[in-house]
């Protein structure tokens, strides 16, 4: 590959010097961190390494199909790793638990998209310029030559479509196309891929996308959508947590929505805020970033301490506030 930046060599030559790997994500894991993680697992596997895969939550019912042979598990206590890789993952703390393993390593790397990323290894490689974190290992794979398995293909498309919103959000570039392709010409299942990530919902979660259209509110000339998910509503229905993920596109899809938000209840004090953007003008990463979150300028998320009624007054008022200065 040409013009591909130096931090390519630098980690691909941590990569030969070292034996044991745990590759690390974020929490409540999505498509882009589970497709990151299993496909380099995979390329460092076929070169020898010994490796762990480890999340603290468990991979989505929907993305099992990526890891057939159960790569993801929890490390031994006190075991050891000599590097420790960190994909899709914007701050130390969005590793939760799976961070009490860096403290046992040689060297920590960094992999990742997003412009709020806080440098925060021992080598970083952040370029808030790609759409996912799948497309940054795939070019890592292809600089160091290593086999890309029809299994390695599944998991960086499957990394790819689902941070691009299947290549429909204006993040998706000309290169993020031309990936895509690659990926299916070395075997990439599309039609599995497409039936197990996007055609295959659990009935529990069709229960949840009811209460989704039952209770979600617009404000601000319908400008703003937003909606409550509490724990009761997960146990009413029979989901997990992780069942949410995508739930927001459905309320931010309605035509004159700008914003949508999601607010969710982690413990009774403690509210997770999912924002979306459907302006270029209104860059949500920098409301998240007002309560201590972070992410895109069209995607972002924070995790806010406090009543859930001011949570959602301090919130709505944030973003009512950038629909104002858009203007």
Known sequence: MKNYPKIIDRIIEVIREHKTFCIVGHVRPDGDCIGSQLGLALALQNEGKRVTVWNEDTVPQKLKFLDPDGLFQKPKRGQKFDCVIATDCASFERLG????????????????????????ADVNWVSAREPSTGELIFRLLKVARWPITKLIADN??????????????????????????????????????????????????????????SKFRLAHNDQIAYLWLKKADFTRTGCESNDSEGLIDHIRAIEPVVIACVFEEIEPELTRISLRSKSDKINVNEIAAQFGG??????????????????????????????????
């Open 294 to 327: 972070g992410g895109h300028s069209a995607a972002a998320g924070a995790r806010i301490p406090g009543k859930p009624l001011s949570v959602q007054r301090k919130v709505i008022a944030a973003v009512k506030r950038a629909l104002n200065n858009a203007k």
């Open 97 to 120: 638990k799976a961070g009490r393993c860096v403290g046992d390593r040689k060297i920590f790397i960094n992999i990742d998209h997003h412009e709020s990323n806080t440098r925060y």
């Open 156 to 213: 960086l498309f499957t990394a790819v479509s689902t941070d691009t919103g299947s290549f429909q959000y204006p993040t998706t570039r000309p290169g993020t196309l031309h990936t895509g392709a690659e990926l299916i010409t070395r075997g990439a299942n599309l039609a599995k891929i497409g039936d197990e990530v996007y055609q295959s919902y659990p009935l529990s979660r069709a229960k949840l996308l009811k209460h989704v259209y």
